[in-house]
């Protein structure tokens, strides 16, 4: 996936799709569970492309469920920050 192995364009895309569920109405709960759901398929199918999703991958393949969504939390705000700026 080469949206994978550039850490800003995957933030950037990240950030424009969390964007356009909150204009539809999506809660921030299901939002999150989305976030959940991709951090999981994506731990268990892609490699990590940068030195950020390595820490990433690092940090998901040893958090318990309750921490996996704290992250997924931290990733949307990091999105949302950056496309702020």
């Given amino acids: 996936?080469?949206?994978?192995?550039n850490w800003e364009r995957w933030t950037s895309?990240?950030?424009q799709q969390v964007d356009d569920a909150k204009?539809?109405?999506m809660p921030k709960k299901v939002i999150e569970k989305t976030a959940v759901q991709i951090g999981d398929y994506?731990?268990?199918n892609v490699d990590p492309k940068n030195e950020q999703e390595r820490v990433l991958s690092d940090l998901?393949?040893?958090a318990s469920d309750d921490e996996k969504h704290a992250l997924a939390n931290c990733v949307i705000?990091?999105?949302?920050?950056?496309r702020v700026q």
Avoid at 1 to 5: D, R
Avoid at 77 to 82: C, E, G, Y
């Fill in 1 to 5: 996936m080469a949206l994978l192995e």
């Fill in 23 to 25: 204009q539809q109405g």
């Fill in 77 to 82: 705000k990091l999105v949302q920050n950056n």
């Fill in 60 to 62: 998901w393949g040893v």
């Fill in 13 to 15: 895309f990240l950030g």
């Fill in 42 to 44: 994506l731990a268990k």
